[in-house]
């Protein structure tokens, strides 16, 4: 008899191919959703990416939950074998209030754990962050899984809830007796191919600035690390299988440091021959510039947290851990703007 897996937060970039490659390998899926609108939206998606209409049907299933209630958490979790926490509220843009996303991710994680305790779930898997791991951190450290981000000095409220709300789980499960297994991942930003008509991440927003203009000028120093979602959805699954894992995090990324805006931007250069190539910065802009400029522009101020020099980190752990060798960065980029 297949095992059942609930996916929650199951609409968006994360959970579609969650959904997919649990539904090829077999089991029984569920997610949660906050608004099951999307649910049609979701099903032609992993229609269009191979999974047959009578797989849909039979193993399946949507519950309408939100992190913030308790509504719809017992019969999405009841019954499930297994949990992958994967949701967690992303802002598009800075809240007036941190604590409209900090609350609902930290509260949100604690409340999917202890249900899932309550309702003999055998492990929990928690899609944390690399913030969670050196976000707040400026020494220049080769970061691992033994680092943790420093809350107070991270401006971006989101990596500030992915930092707290995985303290908040750790905190929790080791002081818990129930006999649940839990284990964390810690991606850098994923990036890689969206699904047929399916939902793009926020990290596809530097394509889109890239390419449209936006950086004619000069590209920022902005940093950032790349994982492909294929990978991080098959850690994740490896992990709910293997006892070796509980109570462990892993980092994830491919290759050994972060790649830069300009790199990007000369990567597709030469890659992209269709006209758009015309439009990306074919230089990177001081920092010192950026933030001179920033003193009198509200949309260069907003950019300017996210400045930092290049972090360098080891993945050795996950990579013996679970056999891995990532898909490289420069594919998984470049398969994140294919259509």
Known sequence: MSETVLVTGGTGFFGTHFLLQLLQQGFVVRTSVRDLSKVGNVKKSLVLSGISQDTLDENLQFFKADLIRDDGWKEAISGSDYVLHVASPVPLEQPED?????????????????LSEKYGVKKLIFTSSFAAI???????????????????????????????????????????????????????????????????????????????????????????????????????????????????R????????????????????????????AKLPTREIPTMFLRFVGLFSPQVRQFLPALHERKLYNTEKARKTFNWIPIDVDTTLLESIKK
């Open 98 to 114: 941190e604590n409209d996303i900090i609350e609902p991710a930290v509260e949100g994680t604690l409340r999917v754990i202890k």
């Open 134 to 248: 050196a976000y707040g951190q400026t020494d220049g450290r080769v970061f691992s899984e033994k680092d943790w981000g420093i809350p107070e000095n991270v401006p971006q409220v989101y990596h500030k809830s992915k930092i707290l709300a995985e303290k908040a789980a750790w905190e929790y499960v080791k002081s818990s007796s129930s006999d649940m297994k839990f284990t964390v991942i810690n991606p850098v930003g994923t990036f890689g191919p969206t699904l047929p008509e399916g939902p793009a991440p926020l990290t596809h927003e530097i394509f889109n600035r890239l390419l449209n203009g936006s950086m004619a000028s000069g590209a920022p120093k902005f940093n950032f690390g790349v994982v492909d979602i294929r990978d991080v959805v098959k850690i994740h699954i490896q992990a709910m299988k293997m006892p070796s894992t509980d109570n462990e």
């Open 250 to 277: 892993y980092l994830l990324a491919a290759g050994e440091g972060e790649t830069s805006a300009f790199e990007l931007s000369q990567l597709l250069a030469k890659n992209i021959h269709d006209g758009r190539e």
